[in-house]
């Protein structure tokens, strides 16, 4: 990662992230303003005016950011989620257009699922209907990480016998967004219902790898959420851990530090350990990513599988060992409590994440 990125996500988040969260929004020019620096999609290619990083090092930019607010990583998650899409789906006419887009301050969704098509996404019923030159979107779609903030939603739906992705303008009519209310974790993140009332598009603003079964479209952008996810609660683990090791350093109780009681220091021991298993999770996937490995989507599930469970886990340690200090509402560690959770259900619940493991392992073993 370039010197100069962990310190600019440190100097503009700054101590704003517990206000953040309690207020359930961050500053969309702030958003903006990070966008059009390249860094909520930093692997875009500088040719389209993003930063080109490497999976790794666009790795540790989440988990940076992560670390300081998981409403952000989310944002940045969305943003690359969507500009990987578009790479990956569009054709060189709509990367140059789009990718130049996210790069240059707009801001992005991905829109996956609806209130009948959470893990099971070969259910989704929205619609991309063809109609002469220009193309119909209809359909709901539920709990959209930054869709809140998004400039255009990219909305993987039904297309004739197959499924496509489409870029969808959140001015456009017929496109309502409304905001998630009072979401248990990533409050500032932007989690919204988008209602697609018969939108009418140019009939290019679908991706061009349209026709394509479902699961294997999809699967190439969550490949992206997954890896990104998993970065992002590597960052959670980093931020326990400071925390817990730093208040049980200060903390004296029974006439020891309470990092010399051996019940606490168990605690912390953990901590570490969840920390340093997910980051190497995470460096394996995002080795394979970079090497374009047919491995590259069962690691990132693995990452995240990995990853988002130590998270969850860790976060519960750290207020434990916290204790009444840590259970305030913004406090660091009880934000991260709450975030960590939805990193067990989001792009793939822990359930799932196992299912598409044990498959691996039958193929594979």
């Not at 899409?85 to 130049?100: K, M, P, S």
């Not at 290019?204 to 349209?210: E, F, I, N, Q, T």
């Not at 434990?320 to 406090?331: E, F, K, T």
């Amino acid at each position: 990662m370039p010197d100069d990125l962990a310190p600019l996500v440190t100097e503009t988040v700054g101590d704003a992230a517990d206000g953040w969260d309690t207020a359930g929004a961050i500053p969309v020019e702030l958003l903006r303003g990070l966008g059009a620096k390249g860094v909520l999609c930093a692997e875009v290619a500088a040719e389209h005016g993003g930063l080109g990083l490497s999976g790794a090092a666009n790795g540790e930019l989440t988990a940076h950011t992560g670390a300081l607010c998981s409403s952000l990583r989310s944002v940045m998650t969305s943003q690359g989620m969507a500009a990987w899409t578009i790479q990956r789906l569009g054709d060189r006419a709509q990367r140059a257009e789009h990718l130049a887009r996210l790069t240059g301050g707009d801001l992005a969704a991905v829109a996956f699922s609806e209130p009948g098509a959470g893990s099971d996404l070969a259910a989704v019923a929205a619609e991309i209907r063809p109609d002469g030159d220009h193309v119909v979107v209809r359909g709901v779609k539920t709990w959209i990480t930054a869709a809140a903030y998004a400039d255009v939603v990219v909305v993987f739906g039904r297309y004739g016998g197959g499924a496509a992705a489409v870029v969808v303008p959140t001015s456009a009519p017929g496109v309502r967004v409304e905001r998630v209310p009072s979401p248990m974790g990533c409050r500032a993140a932007g989690h919204s219902t988008v209602t697609l009332d018969d939108v009418r598009l140019p009939a290019d603003a679908v991706l061009a790898a349209a026709g394509q079964p479902i699961t294997m479209l999809t699967t190439i952008a969550l490949t992206y959420g997954r890896l990104s996810v998993a970065w992002g609660c590597v960052g959670i683990l980093r931020a326990c851990l400071s925390a817990a090791v730093g208040h049980a350093k200060r903390r004296e109780q029974f006439g020891a530090r309470l990092l010399d009681h051996q019940l606490v220091a168990r605690h912390v021991a953990e901590l570490y350990v969840a920390e340093r298993t997910a980051t190497h999770a995470c460096a394996e996937a995002a080795a394979a990513w970079d090497a374009r490995s047919p491995r590259q989507a069962a690691a990132a599930v693995l990452a995240k599988h990995v990853a988002s469970g130590n998270a969850a886990r860790g976060a519960a340690s750290a207020v434990q060992v916290l204790a009444s200090a840590g259970a305030v509402d913004g406090h660091v560690v009880a934000r991260a409590y709450r975030d960590a959770k939805l990193m067990e259900i989001i792009e793939g619940s822990t359930e799932i994440s196992q299912l598409i493991l044990a498959e691996h392992a039958a193929a594979t073993c």
